[in-house]
């Protein structure tokens, strides 16, 4: 069978495994080894050299490039890299590409730590940041500048699910040599493939979709060689480096991750609909929903709509507390991407450091709640939340 015509549920569970057979563990081993001996000298110099992944495990390690090799063909990228954490992929891949005196176009709408990481270090390092809002398609062409070193960007976006037009801004970019990155996370290659669009490098947290299990931490970068190479030849340095337990978690992760995403977007579609008719909900963020303003691009860009919704709820910050309260399956806790189900309230967690003015223009109101749905039923998940909102009020 031709590797390429394969479905990408099929690859996530084959393609760690490489095309050879030979009479190998079916499960992968995890090469504890901090180093790797050599048996001479001249050995040693051509595996430092080659940079093999049997040198010394912060240079890499064999049950680390098995995660990569799969990670690498899931997004259709060359190459891929993985690290400790998603942050550990972000700050490494813009410390590798990023000097003094460059220019930076940060979208506005991103994961929290990113946001600090360009507001509060990159300055430091004098890079400049430019913003601009997710929304604004030509925002990003105007804001380029002859030294824009790169643009970073997330589709969609937390807790609003917004989303970003790929396309518009690889076209403007690649006319200006800018370099661009996107936070795929919320969205994984079996919704959206940014690098079929021009992308440069996609970073995602492995700690969500991947690992899947929420038992371990872990990041991914995926690109061209080039691009992988320059960031690795960096995380060689910051030693941001993922442990080969977790590693062989994540492997674990990957290999379910079709089914899965599946259900995450049957339950999110499912959900977010049962939401839209309840007559205690005013207003629900859902990509895949005909009433999201960017339903059009939605449908064009997302092959699924993803398990995350957001739902304002008709009262005020106590009701969703009380609401929150009554699940008894959704369980109250930060993170998404795993088998099962949580919720935040965005304006006391991850957006409670915007002022209530920011928030109101991010559109995140005080009775706004999150629920990253898990695989549970939806039958199951539509019961819990029916009878936490009507003991919410
Ligand atoms: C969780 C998350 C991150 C950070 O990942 P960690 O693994 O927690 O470091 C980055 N981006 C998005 C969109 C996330 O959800």
Known sequence: MKRDDLHLSTRAIHSERGER???RPIAPPIYLSSTFESADYDQQIHLEKTKADTFYTRYGNPTLSLAERSLADLEGAEAAVVFGSGMAAIT???LAFLKQGDHAVFQREI???AYRFAREFLPRY????SWVDVADTVGFERAFRDNTRLAYLETPTNPTLKLLDIEVVTSAAAKRGVLTFIDSTFATPFITKPLQYGIDGVVHSATKYFGGHSDLLGGVLAGSSEVVETVKDSLRVLGAILDPHAAYLLIRGI???GVRMEQHNRNGLE???FLENHPRVRRVFYPHLPSHPQYELARRQMRGGGGVVSFEIEGTLDTA???ADALTLVRIAPSLGGIESLLSIPCLTSHAMLTPEEREQADISDSLVRIALGIEA???LKADIDQALAAST
């Open 111 to 113: 994961y929290g730590g």
């Open 255 to 257: 290999k379910t991750i």
């Open 126 to 129: 004098g890079v400049e940041v």
């Open 271 to 273: 959900i977010s609909r």
């Open 321 to 323: 507390k009380r609401f």
């Open 378 to 380: 939806a039958e199951d």
């Open 21 to 23: 057979r030979t009479n």
């Open 92 to 94: 490494t891949t813009l």
